[in-house]
């Protein structure tokens, strides 16, 4: 599995993740250069779906295997497929492990895409549902089918997440979903963000969504950080403090770096950091915050509890180790 063919001349390049990008990269290596380079593509799942598939599930009856692309059909002079699920990363000696071996690339291609983080938002799990992915999608769709009145609120959960404009498009789909039904008037519609306006970087389609929306009687609130789904009153809890109900939650997840490329070390997110705050009576409470994450920086408090005080000896244990070791 190590770069042998390098001593012929060829290039070994090991495309971790068969995702919109490891896919794109791989054929266009296979079509231009594939006597230069032998490509060895690497991903956990056996089939691909494009992001915008999870609507076919939730609106229009697809099923998850309607919307899967086996990757055994992958046939492209020079690109190996491989299912295998990537356990570390070595940047400088560009070695990579994986649960079946390990792959030694003259070119290292990192593309294993964004993981959700589910349990960042408290009650999210058991209080709400989401279509970021098939299974979700799926569960949302059986969800949706008995629901006939009552207020949908969109979360979007954290910022940035993929698709800028999937939340809106989720809004604007779950419309025409409930007047297909003749429910539409019983069913209220919101979508609450972190940013200013749905697509913060371009005002003209965030005046497009936002006429959509309003056309639709589908209200967008701005500037809003969800930091808690309350599962007993069915509340979103906001970080200024204030809430808002719903009777179904339909959560965008917080967006994160998959492990695996964090303990990598390539990924470096300088604009998000934690504090301690000692209580007193042996708590520890930690702040959370995030600078660049939303339209304004935003911080929340986890704890205070023992738990953290022992986390908080654990952290500057390692960092000791690893600074002065
Ligand atoms: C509802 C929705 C609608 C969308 N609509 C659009 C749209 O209309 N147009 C558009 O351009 N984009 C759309 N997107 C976004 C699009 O899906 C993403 O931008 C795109 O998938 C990102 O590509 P990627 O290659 O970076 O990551 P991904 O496509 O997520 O690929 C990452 C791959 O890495 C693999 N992987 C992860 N960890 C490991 C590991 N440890 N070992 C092995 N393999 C691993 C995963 O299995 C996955 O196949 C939508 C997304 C959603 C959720």
Partial sequence: MSGELSSSGVKHVVILGAGFAGLELATRLSESLSDEVRTTLIDQGDSFSFGFSKLDVLFRGRSADDVSLPYRDISKEGVEFRQERVTSIDPEKRRV???????????????????????????????????????????????????????????????????????????????????????RDAVEIRVVGPMAAPVPITEELSQSILGALGERGIEYVPNQQIVEI??????????????????????????????????????????????????????????????????????????????????????????????FG
């Fill in 97 to 183: 492990t994986t649960d079946a071996g390990s792959y030694d690339a003259d070119i290292l291609v990192v593309s294993l895409g964004a993981d959700y983080d589910f349990a960042a938002t408290p009650g999210f799990e058991e209080g709400g549902v989401q279509y970021y992915s098939i299974p979700g999608a799926e569960r949302m769709r059986d969800v949706l089918s008995d629901f006939e009145s009552g207020r949908i609120l969109i979360g979007i959960l954290g910022h940035p997440f993929k698709c800028p404009p999937a939340p809106f498009e989720g809004a604007l789909l779950l419309h025409d979903h409930f007047v297909e039904r003749g429910l």
């Fill in 230 to 323: 309350d599962t007993g009153s069915n509340e979103a809890r906001f970080a200024d403090g204030g809430s808002m109900p719903f009777d179904l939650f339909v959560g965008i997840p917080v967006h994160r770096v998959p492990d695996v490329v964090e303990r990598s070390g390539l990924a470096v997110d300088e604009g998000a950091g934690i504090c301690y705050i000692e209580f007193g009576g042996g708590k520890v409470g930690k702040v959370e915050a995030n600078f660049f994450g939303g339209p304004k920086p935003t911080a929340r408090l986890v704890g205070p509890s023992r738990d953290l005080a022992a986390d908080k000896v654990e952290f500057a244990a390692t960092r000791r180790e690893l600074w």
